[in-house]
Every structure is written in structure tokens, then in C-alpha cells.
């Protein structure tokens, strides 16, 4: 973890991103390749999928690795950015899809039902805060973060609580004996804090980053990228200190997506990162705790432009390019059979000697 942030969040609460990176099997791996070199195939012929699967094995120290039992943890929260009209929607959205997630209503219910995944929401807080509902877990921080155009986003106090709630979506996932996990971002305007957090770790100018978001025409778009470009003047903050960033700029979904991808790292749990917004806290969790990226597959290329720039700033090559810009994990969910397919192949296919099928002169 970097040692320049200044957040003067408790170091005891913080002190876990600290705790060792689980390390992938490279022995595994190996002989998950030399399995591979045995199908009956022309070497090569199933592409990245051979590489999912080599790659997973290595991860879950197991030659034939499997993607049964999956978790989707889908933060939500509320952004007082909200308040410089960065967004095509209003705040209130943001509550209101938590009761539609709730109900079974949203793409990624629809998505965990088809995987047969455990979907969970967890309420970080929003403006409007709405009742108990089953099926949600209400870990209200505040009713969302500041206007971080005017102040910071959030207290200390806050980061620390987001980044526990975030590493504890992690460890339910762990208890669970999980093989894969997802998390989803919900929150009106995240895009503007993504954007902010990722300018700040990559020393980019907003106009690099920001896009349309839900739905911003281009006059939007550069009023955006103008609000945020004077925020990042204001908090004048250094690449090399992401708790800093993530308390100035982010939110509290962000900061608990990026908490949980350095967690499942050290339990041991792959896990598959969804767009733009879930990209950033990636960007964020490899900044907090290098190594953690061996755990990180890239599920999509989503269509905010500036996904594009993120993903090869982490040199990822992602598995599907939908033009998808839900969030929500969505895009993760969807490509969750590929890496189900990616297993069945490697675990079930004959080898040349099984099949009687000669093998290359
Ligand atoms: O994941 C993505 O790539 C993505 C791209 C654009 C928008 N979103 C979703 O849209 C919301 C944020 O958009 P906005 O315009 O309100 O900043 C938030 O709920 C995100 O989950 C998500
Ligand atoms: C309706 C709606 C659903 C969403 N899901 C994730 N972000 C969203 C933003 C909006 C506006």
C-alpha cells in the first residue's frame, strides 16, 4: 500500500490492505497447460479460453477449476456531485433500483436468477432512504457523500467504514466456499467520481475519462469533465495516494468495490470486474495493494469512451466488447458462461490418447 496518503483514516482500520496477496499456483498452472496441450484440438484452437482456464486453475490450486457457485455483491449509493447536473437522472433513482433489485426487477437480478449466482445489494446509503427491504443489507454510511465539487466526499470515519463493508462483501463470499466473484456498482452520478478517482491515479485531465454516462449529449459531457477538472484543481491531490483520492473524489460504493477486490485477493477468490465504474476501484485496489490485478479478470469493455483508456492503463484485454454501460455487474454476469464454457472444455474434453485421435506428425 502506498505509503503517501495523508487520510488520517485510524491506520487500525485500515491495516488489513496491508495482509498478504494470496499467490496463484504457477504448478497448477502448469499442469492445467500441459492438459490443455493434450485435447483433442489443434494446440491453441480454443483461444483466450485455454488461457481462462490454465489461469483459473493456477488461482483456485486446482487442475480442473470450476465456476459453479458465484456471489454478485451490487453496492449502491448516493453522490452529491449529483448536484452540479452531471447526470442524465435524478439522485432519487438510485433508491429506487435498490427496491427494483429487491423485487427481482433489474438486469442483474435477472442475470444472478439465470446464472443460478447469490446476489446481494447492500445499501451504503442514499438521499432518499427507503424503507427495510428483504433481500437487502441496509449499511447506511450517510445519505451519500458530498458535493466533492465543494469539499470532501467523505470524512475518514466514512472511507474506513466503506472500505469494511466493501472487504466484508469479501469475506461472506470466502465463508460461502465461492468460486468467482462479481461486484456490481449502483449510484447516480458514480460515473463523475470514477472519473475523478481514475484522473487522479493516472494524472489525466477529465476530458481524457469522462463520458456520457446515463445519457449526457456532448455540451454535458464537457460540463462535466469542465466540474470535475476544477474539483481535481481544488483537492490537489497525488497519484501515489489512492486512500486520499478515494476519500476527496470517490464514493462509497467505489471505495467498497475497491476494498473488496483487494479481499477476495487475499482469500484466494478470482474475481470478474465489471465496467467503467468497477474498473477504477480496480485501479484503486491494484494502487492500495499491488498483486491483487493476478486476481482480477476484465469482463467487458463498456461503452463509456473512457473505459478504453482505464483497461489499458491496467493492461487489461477484456473478454467481450457488447457496448454495455449498465453497471450493476451486469457485464461481469454476462460473461460469466464464458469462463463456465472455459471450464467444461478444459475438464471434459478426451485427450488424443482417450479418443484413439493422432496427435500432430
Ligand atoms: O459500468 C459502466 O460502464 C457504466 C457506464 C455508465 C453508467 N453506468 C451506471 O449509471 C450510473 C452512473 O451514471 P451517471 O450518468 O449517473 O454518472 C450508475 O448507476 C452506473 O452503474 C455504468
Ligand atoms: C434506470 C437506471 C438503472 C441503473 N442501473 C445501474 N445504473 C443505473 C442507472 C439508471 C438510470
Not at 63 to 74: A, E, G, K, N, W
Not at 287 to 296: E, F, H, I, S, V
Amino acid at each position: 500500500m502506498s505509503t503517501h496518503d495523508t487520510a488520517a483514516v485510524d491506520g487500525r482500520e485500515t491495516a488489513w490492505l496491508h495482509d498478504p496477496i494470496a499467490v496463484p499456483d504457477a504448478q497448477v498452472e502448469a499442469s492445467a497447460r500441459k492438459r490443455q496441450s493434450q485435447l483433442t484440438k489443434p494446440p491453441g484452437s480454443l483461444g483466450r479460453l485455454e488461457a481462462l482456464a490454465q489461469r483459473l486453475a493456477g488461482l483456485q490450486r486446482r487442475v480442473l477449476p470450476r465456476v459453479d457457485r458465484v456471489q454478485i455483491s451490487v453496492f449502491a449509493a448516493d453522490h452529491g456531485i449529483a448536484d452540479e447536473g452531471v447526470s442524465a437522472f435524478p439522485q432519487a433513482v438510485t433508491a429506487q433500483m435498490i427496491a427494483n433489485f429487491a423485487h427481482g426487477g433489474a438486469a442483474i437480478s435477472v442475470m444472478a436468477q439465470t446464472l443460478g449466482a447469490t446476489l446481494e445489494v447492500i445499501d451504503l446509503g442514499t438521499v432518499v432512504a427507503g424503507p427495510p427491504l428483504p433481500g437487502v443489507r441496509h449499511e447506511r454510511i450517510a445519505a451519500g457523500t458530498a458535493n466533492f465539487a465543494r469539499a470532501p466526499a467523505m470524512t475518514d470515519a466514512q472511507l474506513a467504514q466503506a472500505l469494511h463493508r466493501g472487504r466484508a462483501a469479501a469475506l461472506r463470499a470466502a465463508d460461502a466456499g465461492v468460486e468467482l466473484f462479481i461486484g456490481g456498482d449502483m449510484g447516480i452520478a458514480n460515473t463523475s467520481s470514477a472519473t475523478a478517482l481514475a484522473c487522479v491515479l493516472l494524472g489525466c485531465a477529465a476530458a481524457t475519462l469522462a463520458g456520457p454516462g446515463t445519457g449526457l449529449d456532448a455540451a454535458g459531457v464537457m460540463r462535466k469533465a469542465a466540474v470535475i477538472d476544477a474539483a481535481l484543481a481544488r483537492h490537489a491531490l497525488a497519484p501515489d495516494a489512492p486512500l486520499d483520492a478515494l476519500r476527496s473524489v470517490g464514493g462509497f460504493e467505489i471505495a467498497a468495490l475497491a476494498a473488496s477486490y483487494v479481499a477476495c485477493a487475499q482469500r484466494g477468490i478470482a474475481v470478474l470486474v465489471d465496467g467503467f465504474i468497477a474498473s477504477a476501484a480496480a485501479l484503486a485496489a491494484t494502487r492500495l495493494a499491488p498483486g491483487c490485478d493476478a486476481w482480477l479478470f476484465y469482463a467487458h469493455r463498456s461503452a463509456e469512451p473512457g473505459h478504453r483508456v482505464l483497461l489499458e492503463a491496467l493492461q487489461a484485454e477484456p473478454l467481450l466488447d457488447l457496448g454495455m454501460r449498465l453497471g450493476e455487474g451486469s457485464g461481469a454476469a454476462v460473461a460469466v458462461p464464458l469462463l463456465r464454457s472455459a471450464c467444461a472444455l478444459h475438464a471434459q474434453m478426451a485427450t488424443f490418447a482417450e479418443a484413439g485421435v493422432a496427435d500432430r506428425a
